[in-house]
């Protein structure tokens, strides 16, 4: 699922078809998967059960919020596909309920009439897409293809949470099943904790159980390196930028390219950097020091402190803009006093 990041699409056309409706029971699974429609709309039900029968998925059509939790609890789909307006429990109300047992089961939302704020509080709700009708039959398959297959990936993934965070306690499970979610997507997450709680490990495993998982990890601790080389050690630097730089160093940004940057201690960051970094983080774009091109990168960021930032933020310590560009999804780590039942595992 992208919960920053999840698709808005507008679709001009409706594709017709000449098949007849097909209902396959979710039971006897095709290969491709199976999927929920959920709309009380008769006619686009069997539309869209046509379209994804003949693309060899399983399918099951329901017309209520109610009887879609019901089939989720008995036939466990890979996908739901819902509408957005329904008679009583709308796709909104749906969507809340199906991730509050179900957090990696992707949801993607149709609608007739939607407003953007309407998108907007399906994507906060973790829509997996939002897309407008009338939608053509390619459009859908093609993202359904694209969520069934990081939704088995999530699936795949999971173990990689239970491998690098051993766990007992009941805080922690809650947690990593919110981690695996944000996993998926790359929006910016930011961990708070104690020292010692695992802040790093947790970062390690949602870019292990990542779309990103093949390109590389880069974590830096942003309060033990003084400023100046700091700066050349996340922008890069030319050869001869300044005293002692023999050689051209790419920098953190551009070794992490393509994977997942893990910024620690941020809230040392001194704060001519932190103007720096927002400036990156807003163009996506790296300037090594020393030269007058830009390089653009795709850095996924996850960023963690022990400090309480707001503090920081209401001290003037931090810059407010940067802090709220880091911080979309917060994670707390407890410490290991709230959770003994992890300590010496």
Request: glycine residues 8%; charged residues 20%.
């Amino acid at each position: 699922m992208s919960i920053n990041h999840a698709t808005l699409r507008n679709q001009l056309r409706l594709s017709k078809s000449s098949r007849g409706p097909r209902d396959i029971n979710m039971q006897q699974r095709a290969h491709a998967g199976a999927i929920l429609i959920v709309d009380d709309d008769q006619d686009m039900l069997r539309l869209v059960s046509t379209w994804l029968s003949g693309a060899g998925y399983a399918t099951q059509g329901v017309s209520s919020g109610t009887e879609a939790l019901t089939r989720i609890a008995i036939a466990r789909p890979d996908i739901v596909i819902t509408d957005l307006f329904m008679e009583g429990m709308d796709g909104l109300a749906l969507v809340s309920k199906i991730h509050a047992d179900n957090p990696l089961l992707p949801v993607i939302m149709l609608s007739g009439q939607a407003q953007i704020s309407d998108a907007i509080k399906a994507t906060h709700l973790g829509t997996a897409a939002f897309l407008t009708k009338p939608i053509t039959k390619e459009v859908l398959l093609q993202e359904i293809a694209v969520h069934m297959t990081a939704a088995r990936g999530a699936r795949v993934n999971k173990s990689v949470f239970d491998e690098k965070i051993i766990h007992r306690s009941p805080k922690i499970t809650e947690l990593i099943e919110q981690a695996e979610l944000l996993a998926l997507s790359d929006i910016s997450v930011f961990i708070s904790g104690e020292t010692g709680t695992g802040k790093e490990a947790l970062a390690r495993a949602m870019h292990a159980a990542s779309p990103r998982h093949e390109q590389t990890f880069v974590g830096i601790n942003c309060g033990a390196i003084p400023e100046q080389l700091l700066e050349s050690e996340l922008f890069g630097h030319e050869k001869g930028a300044f005293t002692g730089a023999s050689a051209r160093h790419e920098g953190l940004f551009l070794a992490a390219n393509g994977g997942t940057l893990f910024l620690d201690e941020i809230g040392d960051m001194p704060h001519g950097l932190q103007v720096k970094l927002l400036r990156v983080l807003q163009d996506l774009e790296v300037r090594p020091v020393g030269s007058t091109k830009s390089i653009s990168v795709d850095v996924r960021i996850i960023s963690a402190t022990h400090h309480d930032l707001d503090a920081l933020v209401k001290n003037g310590d931090f810059r407010e803009d940067l802090y709220y560009r880091l911080n979309v999804v917060p994670i707390y780590l407890p410490s290991l006093a709230a959770r003994r039942e992890d300590i010496g595992r």
